[in-house]
T-cell receptor, first 113, second 114 residues
Framework: DSGVTQTPKHLITATGQRVTLRCSPR?????VYWYQQSLDQGLQFLIQ???????AKGNILERFSAQQFPDLHSELNLSSLELGDSALYFC????????????FGPGTRLTVT | AQTVTQSQPEMSVQEAETVTLSCTYD???????LFWYKQPPSRQMILVIR??????QNATENRFSVNFQKAAKSFSLKISDSQLGDAAMYFC???????????FGEGTQLTVNP
């Protein structure tokens, strides 16, 4: 158990819908990262937050957005969902937001039908 | 841009034997970190080992060790005394000091045969 929690574990929804994925980092970790793992594109970095502020952006679609709250939990919002958004979404955290190891949550499996 | 390449989509090893997984990378930074993560069928991403680029000594964690060749930009993982529980997808990953995102390779699926 990494100490990073993600909810829900599984999510099935229809095209065009909007969903919110939630992540709680390890106790004391200020930085949260979101990654997408899909069959065709592998593991890709989406976005990073550090202590409530956006720090880095990767290949995140405009239909996706995220935020980190004062209690340091983070939410990833996916809207106007398409079939291609079906993937495993991971949240990871580390203490200072620097280049040290990241600890991953169990992931949220999103299926868009 | 940083890139990570794993050229072995699949590898297999006999239980108790040794196997080496390959990884090459590219970065313009002089200071960076390299990692191997393991993803078993549960899909959980588990950190196996970490190497700081400024350290010449290769990292070791129990049965897992790396061969870090900085000039060649190569970072291979050696698993000794392979166990059935080592069967998983293994990802090589790179993180640059200037930005802490992880860039992953394509992964190597390791099968351990009893």
């Amino acid at each position: 158990d990494s100490g990073v929690t993600q909810t829900p574990k599984h999510l099935i929804t229809a095209t065009g819908q909007r969903v919110t994925l939630r992540c709680s980092p390890r106790s004391g970790d200020l930085s949260v990262y979101w990654y997408q793992q899909s069959l065709d594109q592998g593991l890709q970095f989406l976005i990073q937050y550090y202590n409530g502020e956006e720090r880095a952006k990767g290949n995140i679609l405009e239909r996706f957005s995220a935020q980190q709250f004062p209690d340091l939990h983070s939410e990833l919002n996916l809207s106007s969902l398409e079939l291609g958004d079906s993937a495993l979404y991971f949240c990871a955290s580390n203490p200072t937001g620097t280049s040290y190891e990241q600890y991953f949550g169990p992931g949220t499996r999103l299926t868009v039908t | 841009a940083q890139t990570v390449t794993q050229s072995q989509p699949e590898m297999s090893v006999q239980e108790a034997e040794t196997v080496t997984l390959s990884c090459t990378y590219d970065t313009s930074e002089s200071d960076y970190y390299l990692f191997w993560y393991k993803q078993p069928p549960s899909r959980q991403m588990i950190l196996v080992i970490r190497q700081e680029a400024y350290k010449q000594q290769n990292a070791t964690e129990n049965r897992f060790s790396v061969n870090f060749q900085k000039a060649a930009k190569s970072f291979s993982l050696k698993i000794s005394d392979s166990q059935l529980g080592d069967a998983a997808m293994y990802f090589c990953a790179l993180s640059e000091t200037s930005g802490s995102r992880l860039t992953f390779g394509e992964g190597t699926q390791l099968t351990v045969n009893p």
